[in-house]
């Protein structure tokens, strides 16, 4: 069926059978709403590596034109919660033995299960990826990532611009003449419409992973 076809009640049904396949959710205290295609996730998760699967099962939906997460992680009564020093040591752990981090300048500070980074790191992939290692550990219940994106050298704005096109050119889930890429100061905006969340992630992917970004602004249309 073709994006945006789905009636609210068909596509709330799916986007529930989608989180009930997931085996990285529990979506037992869970409720789901839709509104003209805008998804609203309501209710509890065990952990926050949850709640982000949650929200990315429902953007992975097609006719869905937005998701609005209100889920709340809530661990259960049993579960071993760590201290939040144990949380913070984690972590620094995690991120001095990940092969993707340059962790130097992190600093991870933890309260009460909620995590905020801060320092920099030197590519903005870095900063999305210790964000999605923070998300992961038990005893998460947020993440803050206030990490600043220092390149190593120089990048002009005109050459980053260049480069992401150029690399949209060759993905073959992107029509690139559809994406407009606007970049300032090393901040990349994605401007246009793109079929599906394949194509959109695969555009967010093109900019997040090229040399200079250090930050990137998504307007891209869905099914426009």
Do not use: F
């Amino acid at each position: 069926m073709a994006v945006g076809t789905y009636a609210d009640e068909e596509l709330k049904q799916i986007v529930i059978d989608e989180l009930y396949w997931d085996d990285r959710v529990d979506p037992a205290n869970m409720q789901v709403e839709v509104h003209d295609g805008r998804v609203v996730l309501m209710g509890t998760v065990p952990t926050y590596a949850a709640l982000g699967a949650a929200e990315e099962d429902a953007r992975a939906v097609a006719g869905t034109e937005n998701v609005d997460s209100q889920l709340v992680v809530k661990q259960p009564a049993h579960a071993l919660v760590p201290t939040d020093q144990e949380i913070e040591s984690n972590l620094m752990n995690l991120l001095r033995w990940s092969a993707h981090v340059d962790a130097s300048d992190i600093r991870v500070v933890v309260n009460d299960g909620w995590v905020t980074l801060k320092g920099t790191v030197p590519a903005y992939w870095q900063k999305v990826k210790a964000r999605e290692l923070a998300s992961g550990l038990m005893g998460v219940i947020g993440v803050t990532n206030e990490l600043a994106v220092v390149p190593s050298k120089r990048y002009e704005d005109r050459r980053i611009a260049e480069e992401i096109e150029a690399a949209l050119e060759r993905n073959i889930y992107v029509d690139a003449e559809t994406v407009d890429v606007k970049v300032r100061d090393g901040v990349v905006m994605l401007a246009g419409t793109v079929p599906d969340m394949r194509a959109c992630n695969a555009a967010l992917d093109t900019a997040k992973y090229t040399p200079g970004v250090v930050d990137v602004i998504n307007e891209l249309v869905v099914g426009g």
